[in-house]
C-alpha cells in the first residue's frame, strides 16, 4: 500500500521540518566541542560523537522519499539503519559510562577507541546484514528494511528495535543505580552538592527521550509485522514526527550544561553586536561550569 502524495507530503513536510531543528541543535554540539577546547571532556567527547550519528540520522531523513528499488532508496535504508541504531548505542555508552564512574569508581577515558568501534563500528556491520538479502526497500514513506518477506521482519527486530528496547532497558537500569548510588553516596551530609543535584533531574530523560522517539515508531512496526501490506497513514506521521526530534533532544538533555553555555557566553562577549544574547546563554549560578581541564566523569563531575 502507498500514501496519496498529500500524505506523503504532510510526513516529509514535519519530517524535514523537526529534522532541520535536530540538525541545528546537533550542530551546535559539535560546534562547541571543535572551537572551545575546555570542553573536550572524555563525557562531552561521547556526546559529540552521538551528535555526529545524530547528524547521519538526519541526512537520511533529508533524503525524502525515494523510490522503490532505486540505489538511493537503498542507500537511505542503509544509512538509516546504521545512523539510528548508532545514536541508540552513544546514549548506551554514556549511561554505561556513568554508571563504571559513580558505581565502580572506574576511569574509562582510556576507553575511546572501543566506544567508537561499539558506537559506529557494530552498527556499520549490522546495517550491511539486510544487504545480503536485498531488504532495504520503500516501507510506505521512507525506505528501510521492507516487511515483505520473513528475512526483512527478522532484519527489523534483530538490528534494530530488539537492540533499541535492550538499549532503553540498560539505560533505565544504570540511571536507577546512579541516582541511588548518588543519594546513598550524600545521605549523611547537610545537603547534596547543586551539581549532583542537576545530575540526578537530568538523569531520568535519558531514557525517557528514547521512549519518546520511537514508541510509536514500535507501534508501527507491530502493526506492519502483524498486517503487512496495509500501512496506516498515522502511525507512519506519528513514527516521523516523534523520531525526528531525536537529535534536537539529545543536544538539550545531553549538551546543554553550564560548561557549555559559559563557553559560549564568554565567545558571545567578544563580540560587541552579539553582547545582548550573554545574559540569555549564560547558566544559572546553580550551573557551575566545569573547570578548564577538569573531565567530568573521571572526578564525579558528570553534570553531562
Not at 207 to 229: D, E, K, M, S, Y
Amino acid at each position: 500500500m502507498t500514501f496519496t502524495s498529500t500524505q506523503d507530503s504532510l510526513i516529509l513536510g514535519f519530517t524535514l521540518t523537526l529534522s532541520a531543528v535536530s540538525f541545528i541543535g546537533a550542530s551546535l554540539i559539535i560546534v562547541s566541542y571543535v572551537l572551545f577546547p575546555p570542553l573536550r571532556t572524555n563525557s562531552f567527547t561521547l556526546v559529540t560523537l552521538m551528535s555526529l550519528a545524530d547528524i547521519f540520522v538526519i541526512i537520511s531523513y533529508f533524503l525524502g522519499d525515494p523510490t522503490s528499488g532505486t540505489g538511493l532508496c537503498t542507500f537511505q535504508g542503509l544509512l538509516q539503519q546504521f545512523a539510528e541504531l548508532s545514536s541508540i548505542l552513544w546514549s548506551t555508552i554514556i549511561a554505561w559510562t556513568l554508571y563504571t564512574a559513580v558505581v565502580h569508581r572506574r576511569d574509562t577515558s582510556k576507553m575511546l577507541h572501543k566506544f567508537v568501534v561499539v558506537g559506529f563500528g557494530v552498527p556499520f556491520l549490522l546495517a550491511l546484514f539486510p544487504l545480503t538479502t536485498t531488504s532495504y526497500d520503500n516501507t510506505g514513506a521512507w525506505c528501510w528494511i521492507t516487511a515483505d518477506d520473513v528475512a526483512g521482519q527478522l532484519w527489523r527486530w534483530l538490528i534494530f528495535y530488539g537492540p533499541l528496547w535492550s538499549a532503553i532497558g540498560f539505560n533505565s537500569y544504570s540511571v536507577y543505580i546512579v541516582r541511588k548510588g548518588l543519594k546513598s553516596a550524600f545521605a549523611g551530609a547537610d545537603e547534596m552538592p547543586k551539581k549532583y543535584k542537576v545530575l540526578i533531574n537530568k538523569l531520568k530523560w535519558y531514557p525517557i527521550i528514547l521512549v519518546f522517539c520511537w514508541f510509536w515508531g514500535t507501534v508501527n512496526r507491530l502493526q506492519n509485522a502483524f498486517n503487512p501490506g496495509n500501512e496506516v497513514f498515522w502511525l507512519y506521521f506519528m513514527q516521523a514526527f516523534f523520531r525526528s526530534t531525536q537529535g534536537a533532544l539529545n543536544a538539550v538533555a545531553y549538551g546543554a550544561q553550564g560548561s557549555v553555555r559559559e563557553e559560549w557566553a564568554r565567545w558571545l562577549s567578544d563580540r560587541p553586536r552579539m553582547g545582548w544574547l550573554v545574559e540569555k546563554v549564560r547558566p544559572p549560578m546553580t550551573e557551575a561550569p566545569v573547570a578548564e581541564g577538569e573531565d567530568d566523569l573521571s572526578t564525579d563531575e558528570t553534570v553531562l
